[in-house]
């Protein structure tokens, strides 16, 4: 199993594991909505994906993406989606996808890496916190929805 950076021509295959984490999370099924936000990713430089391949089979990724911080003047990484497909899970997918993450946020000289997941996911935040995140409980996050 090797982690790596996506490319482009990776599209299709990454296009159908993406549309199977956004089914995970509610979102009904839309191959082509999935390929196209994907594929606007790249086109723009949004975004930065590594996938997770076993067997020219892609099992997993992790969706990075650039923001800045204002009060430090320096970058730093949202991770928006980290998912690996059910048939590949506690082999240690998810952590390897993560630490390549962190090696490119830490070769790219990021302040750091954040992220949000669910209250009830204990299970991601059992990993997070043993690879070293820690929990914000001075900051609450709110949105604005605008749809």
Same mark, same amino acid.
């Given at each position: 199993? *090797?982690?790596?950076?996506?490319?482009?021509?990776?599209?299709?295959?990454?296009?159908?594991?993406?549309?199977?984490? +956004?089914? @995970?999370?509610?979102?009904? !099924?839309?191959?082509?909505?999935?390929?196209? @936000? $994907?594929?606007? +990713?790249?086109?723009?430089?949004? !975004? %930065?994906?590594?996938?997770?391949?076993?067997?020219? %089979?892609?099992?997993?990724?992790?969706?990075?993406? $650039?923001?800045?911080?204002?009060?430090?003047?320096?970058?730093?990484?949202?991770?928006?989606? %980290?998912? %690996?497909?059910?048939?590949?899970?506690?082999?240690?997918?998810?952590?390897?996808?993560?630490?390549?993450? *962190?090696? @490119?946020?830490?070769?790219?000289?990021?302040?750091?890496? !954040?992220?949000?997941?669910?209250?009830?996911?204990?299970?991601?935040?059992?990993?997070?916190?043993?690879?070293?995140?820690?929990?914000?409980?001075?900051?609450?996050?709110?949105?604005?929805?605008?749809?």
């Amino acid at each position: 199993m *090797i982690v790596r950076r996506a490319r482009e021509e990776d599209l299709n295959q990454l296009a159908v594991l993406f549309d199977e984490y +956004r089914q @995970f999370y509610g979102a009904s !099924s839309n191959l082509d909505l999935s390929y196209h @936000f $994907l594929k606007q +990713r790249f086109t723009n430089k949004e !975004s %930065v994906i590594f996938i997770h391949v076993k067997d020219h %089979v892609f099992t997993g990724f992790v969706l990075l993406y $650039l923001s800045f911080s204002s009060v430090a003047c320096s970058t730093y990484y949202i991770l928006d989606d %980290v998912y %690996v497909t059910p048939a590949y899970r506690r082999q240690g997918s998810a952590k390897q996808l993560i630490d390549t993450a *962190i090696l @490119f946020a830490r070769q790219e000289n990021a302040l750091r890496i !954040s992220l949000e997941t669910q209250k009830s996911n204990y299970q991601s935040h059992q990993l997070y916190e043993t690879m070293g995140f820690v929990k914000d409980d001075e900051f609450q996050t709110y949105h604005c929805f605008l749809k």
